[in-house]
């Protein structure tokens, strides 16, 4: 696969935030962050018209599959502080400083939930039937993905149904 061997992970995130933003209706004005990749969530079509025998699930997991290596990569671009200039990024990584968090980094638990959820609604009703276990095991995925890439607990921070209603 072409992402794989791209070796740099600032690269691959540009390259896949042009596709997905090509990939909306309404392109967002988000940067390259974690609120830009839930916005990708619901708002992103399948990113290549089905031109081949693929069966419609197919190229929603292959949506969640491109979603998955954008979190992945934009991860290492957080810890590696790729966006640092070279000479700062190695005494940040010698001194292992935390990354600064960048506009839209500040997503929560419940963010993550409610977007994920909204996004199964969307496939549910988008394919007429129950989502495939391979694709619920690939949102399940992703959705730790984001967790772990927004150094979020889901354990600590109320849940959706934990919620109070007003």
């Known amino acids: 696969m072409f992402f794989t061997t791209m070796e740099s992970h600032l690269l691959r995130c540009k390259v896949l935030e042009i596709i997905f933003l090509h990939s909306c209706e309404t392109p967002t004005r988000l940067p390259l962050s974690l609120a830009q990749a839930l916005y990708f969530l619901n708002n992103s079509t399948s990113l290549l018209k ?7 699930w197919q190229t929603w997991d292959e949506l969640v599959e491109h979603l998955q290596f ?14 640092s200039s ?6 940040l990584i010698i001194k292992r400083i935390k990354p600064k968090p960048q506009q839209g980094d500040d997503i929560t638990v ?10 199964r609604g969307r496939l549910i009703q988008m ?13 399940h ?10 150094d979020l607990n889901p354990d600590t921070e109320p849940s959706p149904e934990n919620w109070s209603s007003p």
């Open 50 to 56: 089905c031109q081949s025998d693929k069966t419609q």
């Open 70 to 83: 954008l979190l992945s990569s934009y991860q290492h671009v957080l810890r590696e502080h790729l966006r």
């Open 86 to 91: 070279v000479i700062d990024r190695k005494d």
């Open 110 to 119: 419940v963010d993550v939930e409610k977007q994920i959820e909204a996004f």
């Open 127 to 139: 394919l007429g039937e129950p989502l495939v276990p391979q694709l619920q095991d690939k949102v």
């Open 141 to 150: 995925l992703l959705k730790l993905l984001l967790f772990y890439t927004a």
